[in-house]
């Protein structure tokens, strides 16, 4: 009898695992079919699909170029280590995220880095970074540079945030702050005097910028005439937009790398 009795319930117990089993099954062809025909040759279930790409123009800006007050450079723009910053590169290092203070003197008309944004702040500082040493005599790039923390410093953004010029108590005329000294898509160069180097004066490097395609579009066409004139823009003037969350910035004084953090010099209202 003990034995006779453990068929049905053998029989029982594989008719439950063959449920589970094709409710299982079920449920993974429910996810399958919902991307496959759901009956004649014409119907179809399609699945969203979002792809946004970023506007980087600015509404009602106008650009126009201004006369150099010296040579061209003598190195193609884009190849120039000391104006488009691609060329020396930058690592990240790691460096106090914060305002840092620095004794010595202070320039009131320096540029001010609050400004870089619509609403004046003191960003979330994201990432530090150090930029490479130039070689000029083998055209190569040395070792990071270490005269201060860092020079190249992260900012956080808002993707599609308008970006804007450092403001800055220096006019080099039309009322404009800076010269553009490179611009593509996704990084600016900008000079506070009308020279064509940055031997002189103060010069910001923004990196991972959408620039404003039609600011891009006027460099090019200038700086393919023969740099005679580059593009101006006032301080506080849009330019482009945040493409992601971070833009990177770096400040320099005739010709050397400064630290971004300092307080006394780039951030004096705070």
Known sequence: MKTQNRKPIW????????????????????????????????????????????????PGASYS?????????????????????AVRG?????????????GGGTDNNAPQL???????????????YQIYRWDWSCGCRLE??????????????????TIHVPDSGYDIGGGNDVMVL????NRITLKYTREDNVVSGYTVHIEDVCVDPALVNLYDSL??????QLPALQGGQAFGRASGSEIKVSIRDAGSFLDPRS?????QDY
């Not at 490179?182 to 898509?185: L, S």
């Open 11 to 58: 029989a029982a117990f594989v008719i439950v695992c063959l449920g589970i089993l094709g409710f299982v099954l079920a449920q993974t062809n429910v996810a399958q079919v919902q991307a496959e025909p759901s009956g004649s040759a014409d119907e179809f279930i399609y699945l969203p699909f979002v792809s946004k790409t970023l506007d980087c123009s600015v």
């Open 65 to 85: 170029g201004i006369p150099i007050a010296s040579e061209p450079t003598g190195i193609p723009a884009a190849q120039h280590p000391d104006i488009n910053l």
């Open 90 to 102: 930058y690592e990240q290092v790691s460096a106090a995220l914060t305002l840092v203070e620095y």
């Open 114 to 128: 609050d400004t870089l944004f619509a609403t004046p702040k003191v960003p979330n500082f994201t990432n530090a």
């Open 144 to 161: 990071l540079m270490s005269s201060w923390p860092t020079t190249l410093l992260g900012m956080g953004t808002t993707s599609g945030e």
């Open 182 to 185: 490179y611009a593509t898509d």
């Open 223 to 228: 700086n393919a005439a023969g740099r005679a």
């Open 263 to 267: 307080r006394k010099d780039w951030w």
